[in-house]
């Protein structure tokens, strides 16, 4: 009985390891646009020197956690602009849609599925999609100008 649940627990973490986009040991594609996949989502948290503020729980990037909310989308929002860089101040956010949420000013953002961003509260004024971005910076943000709401998407179950 010890073998079989030795042999399961190898053929598990194997198993999670080999997912593409699971969180684990080894190189981080760089991102190619504002939409990024969870692996880049926890490079960037482990790796920045930004003032991390989140809203609701931190991000769980563990396999179980992972598979109970496949409809997170986290989303970063940053206060700061340098460059191409982005960073200061920045917003972690994780949950569901469809809603609007009501975020500290910002001007670039990073979430792992398309939402949109507005210049009002309530998602209300200009908005736009984040798939549409007009200026890409580092590590997968886009400059969002003084951006004060975000919208999240209807997830569909089919």
């Known amino acids: 009985m010890e073998f079989s649940a030795l042999f399961f627990i190898t053929a598990l973490i194997t198993a999670v390891l080999a997912v593409p986009g699971a969180v684990g040991p080894g190189t981080v594609d760089k991102p190619t646009g504002p939409i990024i996949s969870e692996a880049q989502f926890a490079h960037w948290l482990e790796t920045t020197d930004a003032e991390l503020t989140f809203i609701g729980d931190r991000p769980d990037f563990t396999p179980l956690a992972r598979r109970s909310s496949q409809n997170n989308i986290m989303v970063t929002l940053c206060s700061q602009r340098v460059g191409n860089v982005c960073g200061g101040s920045c917003t972690v956010f994780s949950g569901t849609g469809p809603s609007c949420v009501d975020i500290p000013r910002s001007q670039c953002i990073s979430a792992t599925d398309d939402i949109g961003y507005c210049d009002e509260r309530a998602c209300d004024g200009n908005c736009n999609e ?9 590590n997968g943000f886009c400059f969002t100008f003084d951006t004060k709401s975000i919208v999240l998407p209807i997830e569909i179950q089919l």
């Open 130 to 138: 984040l798939a549409d971005c007009g200026t890409m910076l580092n």
